[in-house]
């Protein structure tokens, strides 16, 4: 059941009519079901996977068992995410060096959110470990903060002590919080089926044959690839924080306009906030942090970057994204330190493109299917700098201009703080009906048209 | 409130500049095909030469089955009949493949057409059909929105600078990548369907088979002449139908086409120049 389909609305409206209706005592547990249910809808088998690690977390934590947890969780991820990755990459090598390779490819399915909420489980146990906050000893009330449905197939990450006295409290949720969510809501379903889902086709096609298409053709494919997946990401998150609030629940914001960062260490602090920070918190300080000598610190800076490339897939591409954001993150504290956001906004400006371009470039490698493809993009990029086609058509082209205009501009304000109480309702509420217009006219469905021939 | 009141207005917008567009007025001749027709025929140019009223009912990816809706959309909504109909067919009218969900491109009307709507609740699941009718800005796609600036601008000309690569094409052909000839038996029904419906309203009607590059028509010679056969045939059957063929002039003039089946700017003036010479309109 995906955020944008139908039927996850009519589910998420039944749940939160029927949260607000039990006793604030049965709450958690009717939620921890319905979260279940709903994982259940992407493959009921998986349900055991999740409670296996609700089970192994809680009783790790409450046992002070954490090496154990950390054990079995990467042990978890590795086996379902990485295991074909590294099988592969074992047996291309050993291919090349004409040696025998007996390990087969194995056919794993890969659980929906697993990387989620592995790594939300495992940062309560550390947490408990080191005194941060004090265990959870209701297991329903656990369970759900590992398994609470709309932040567990694509985040934020949660925080064991933002989460669980939330769920402790079991509120109803606040009149002012359901308007807050189906803003949310609204605004991630623009984000995601508008800018996101129509900028697909055009990426693709220009992907998939590199060596045909022209050089401002494979430029716009990389910048409206850039745009996507940050509207498709940040799309899905506001969508699970809106859906949060039906039940008074407050997820924290996972983007922070990162493509207005005036600086790579500035994007990472607005660019998937909660997979940074918790990186920053369970591995990043853990290895010494920046107290360290400064070969130990550049380490610790590689080690995130790669490690934060590898979680977002099972790819030597992520891996190398994310060898350039730590390898440009690093050149910026060295050579520029900590560059405060200058007075000129000329200035700020031009850090923001130059920003923009370099996240552009990495984001070339994390979407080409391999390393070769991408360093193809690029020099047909550059030796190649002819017009752009149109894709598909001029008016689906100016379409998603538009959106991409709508999206930047609606980011733009509230980044400049026209949001909350500085935006009258007036303009606020005709303002989300006019989006919700624009998703029923140009949202991307399944049971479009599609011409076939020519 | 506020959402409903953008849908019903813009939806009054959209459907007003889409009737243009599609020329859903009284006309002597209305011409119903796909993109072929769309690109092949000048509205105006044809007007001019002929001295009748056009309407161009074409919308891309339009199969025969569409194209019956087209027809009886048409007269229900103009209440009108015209003198002729012009139709585009040709070997491939009756393959398989053209385009998918082609119910989706009569959502705009579903409130306007009782025939329009119960081909769409027939095609459509009922998730989207009551959705459509719930939420009528759903209705439109990015092509329909296209028609709908084209129509307020009375804009119906041609206007790709495509051209057609003709290596490209023999590779496609060597490689056996390109739509091919099917005599589907439902669709053949439906087309005689449409044959006799019209001859029972007393309509004219031409079918022309438009140009496609030869290169594309010599492929599958056999299936070809057996699908033109069958057009001749059912033809044959019909008085007020009748055949012409405006593939054979034109095919092998590689610099008219933008690709095997549709005809640039300067294909659509030779084309429209040869239909108003070559049809005695009434």
Redesign the interface.
């Known amino acids: 059941m995906l955020f944008t389909e139908i039927n996850y609305f009519l589910f998420l409206t039944a749940c939160a009519i029927a949260y607000s209706c039990l006793p604030s005592k049965f709450r958690s547990c009717f939620l921890l079901a319905t979260s279940y249910v709903f994982y259940a809808t992407f493959d009921w088998r998986f349900t055991f996977l999740l409670l296996g690690q609700t089970l192994l977390c809680f009783f790790c934590a409450k046992y002070r068992k954490n090496t154990l947890a950390i054990i079995l969780s990467i042990l978890e991820l590795a086996v379902f995410k990485y295991f074909n990755f590294f099988n592969d990459s074992f047996r291309q090598l050993f291919e090349n060096l004409h040696l025998p390779y007996l390990i087969p490819h194995l056919d794993i399915i890969l659980p929906v959110g697993i990387s989620f909420f592995t790594f939300q489980s495992l940062g309560y146990v550390i947490d408990v470990s080191q005194g941060k906050i004090q265990q959870e000893n209701n297991f329903v009330r656990f369970a759900l903060f590992t398994a609470f449905f709309p932040q567990i197939t694509a985040g934020p990450i949660g925080r064991a002590n933002e989460l669980l006295p939330q769920f402790q409290e079991a509120r109803r949720p606040a009149v002012q919080q359901i308007s807050e969510g189906i803003q949310l809501i609204i605004w991630g379903l623009f984000q995601k089926m508008v800018v996101a889902d129509r900028l697909a086709s055009y990426i693709t096609r220009a992907y998939a044959s590199p060596q045909t298409a022209s050089g401002g053709t494979l430029l716009v494919a990389s910048i409206f690839f850039s745009i996507q997946i940050y509207a498709d990401f940040s799309g899905y998150s506001d969508i699970a924080r809106g859906s949060a609030k039906f039940f008074g629940i407050n997820l924290h914001n996972n983007f922070n306009f990162p493509y207005f960062a005036t600086s790579i260490p500035d994007f990472w602090k607005r660019w998937h906030i909660s997979l940074t920070s918790w990186f920053r918190d369970y591995l990043y300080i853990p290895m010494g942090g920046n107290r360290v000598s400064k070969p130990k610190w550049i380490r610790n800076q590689l080690v995130v970057f790669l490690l934060s490339g590898l979680w977002h897939g099972a790819n030597w591409t992520f891996i190398l994204w994310g060898a350039i954001h730590g390898i440009f993150n690093l050149v910026h504290i060295m050579l520029l330190g900590k560059n405060k956001e200058s007075q000129s906004w000329i200035i700020n400006l031009m850090r923001c493109i130059v920003t923009f371009a370099i996240v552009n470039v990495a984001w070339i490698f994390f979407r080409a299917p391999t390393f070769k493809r991408a360093i193809q993009i690029i020099i047909r990029i550059m030796t190649h700098p002819t017009r752009p086609t149109f894709g598909v058509s001029q008016i689906t082209f100016a379409l998603n201009v538009f959106a991409i205009m709508i999206l930047f501009g609606v980011d733009f304000a509230a980044y400049r703080g026209f949001t909350g109480e500085r935006c009258p309702d007036a303009v606020r509420i005709p303002g989300y009906a006019v989006i919700a217009c624009i998703i029923a006219l140009l949202a991307v469905s399944s049971s479009s048209f599609i011409y076939l021939q020519f | 409130m506020?959402?409903a009141i953008?849908?019903i207005l813009?939806l009054k917008l959209f459907n007003h500049g889409l009737k243009q567009y599609y020329c859903l007025w009284p006309a002597d001749i209305l011409i119903i095909g796909h993109?072929m027709s769309e690109m092949a025929i000048d509205r105006d140019l044809l007007e001019k030469l002929t001295g009748r009223s056009v309407a161009k009912y074409c919308m891309?990816?339009t199969a025969i089955p569409d194209r019956l809706i087209m027809i009886r959309h048409y007269l229900e909504s103009t209440a009108h009949k015209p003198k002729v109909i012009l139709y585009d067919i040709g070997p491939r009218s009756f393959s398989d493949?053209?385009?998918?969900?082609?119910h989706?491109?009569f959502y705009p009307f579903i409130n306007e057409s009782p025939t329009v709507a119960n081909y769409v609740r027939s095609n459509?699941?009922s998730?989207?059909y009551y959705?459509k009718m719930c939420?009528p800005?759903?209705r439109?796609?990015?092509?329909r929105?296209?028609a709908v600036?084209r129509g307020y601008r009375h804009d119906w000309k041609n206007r790709s600078v495509k051209q057609l690569n003709i290596e490209h094409l023999k590779r496609q052909i060597i490689k056996g990548s390109f739509?091919k000839v099917q005599l589907n038996p439902d669709t053949q029904a439906v087309f005689e369907e449409t044959l006799d419906f019209l001859e029972a309203q007393d309509i004219r009607l031409i079918l022309l088979y438009l140009p496609n590059v030869d290169l594309l028509n010599n492929a599958e010679p056999e299936k070809s002449a057996e699908a033109l056969n069958y057009i001749k045939e059912t033809v044959s059957h019909h008085s007020k139908v009748t055949f012409i063929d405006a593939n054979s002039l034109f095919e092998s003039r590689h610099e008219l086409f933008i690709?095997?089946?549709?005809l640039n700017p300067k294909g659509q003036q030779e084309v429209t120049t040869f239909l108003a010479n070559k049809i005695d309109f009434p």
Do not use: M
């Not at chain 2, 439109?140 to 092509?143: A, K, L």
């Not at chain 2, 690709?259 to 549709?262: G, K, N, Q, S, T």
């Open positions: 506020v959402f953008i849908n813009c993109s891309n990816g493949g053209l385009a998918v969900n082609s989706a491109l459509a699941t998730r989207d959705l939420v800005l759903s439109y796609d990015d092509s929105l296209g600036i739509w690709d095997p089946l549709h």
